[in-house]
């Protein structure tokens, strides 16, 4: 079970490397919303502005000590995994404010920054990558820069 749980995680890690080099290389990108279009897909316009409702949203659950609301803003096996490991993608007890001007758009992945305020007040800068899962974006990897 647990070798299972190892290699489903390292196919997790490469998917998510892949994305993260094409996100971050804007093969095909643009800069665009990190909110869905009303159909559910990725709005990939480069005049579409990000839904701040949802950005808030999701840096409050992300900021949440309870574990359950912030597996909300993870991608399910994401937060499979932080329920197997206990450990999360994001230092607990801090507090996270998603820079929605700095979201981009590839498909159904998006890239933004982040300032992550740790519990005893240092802020520091982490780029967040998400999919887009049921018309709203789950958080797949947080990088500190």
């Known amino acids: 079970m647990r070798k299972a749980a190892i ?7 490469a998917v998510i490397g892949v994305g993260l080099a094409l996100v971050l290389s804007g093969v095909g990108g643009k800069r665009a919303s990190v909110g869905p279009d009303s159909s559910g897909r ?13 950005v808030e949203t999701i840096g409050s659950e992300l900021s949440s000590p309870d574990p359950v609301t912030f597996a909300q803003a993870l991608d399910p096996q994401v937060a499979a995994g932080v329920a197997a490991s ?8 801090s507090t996270v404010t998603i820079d929605r001007a700095s979201a981009t758009i590839v498909g159904s ?5 982040a300032t992550v305020t740790a519990a005893g007040g240092h ?4 780029d967040l990558l998400f999919t887009l899962q049921n018309g709203r974006w789950a958080l797949i990897a947080a990088d500190p820069q």
């Open 7 to 13: 290699y489903v995680a390292a196919i997790s890690l």
């Open 42 to 54: 990725a709005n990939t316009s480069a005049t579409a502005h990000i839904d701040a409702g949802q």
């Open 86 to 93: 206990g450990q999360r993608p994001l230092p607990e007890g």
């Open 109 to 113: 992945v998006a890239t933004a920054l």
């Open 123 to 126: 802020a520091s800068q982490w």
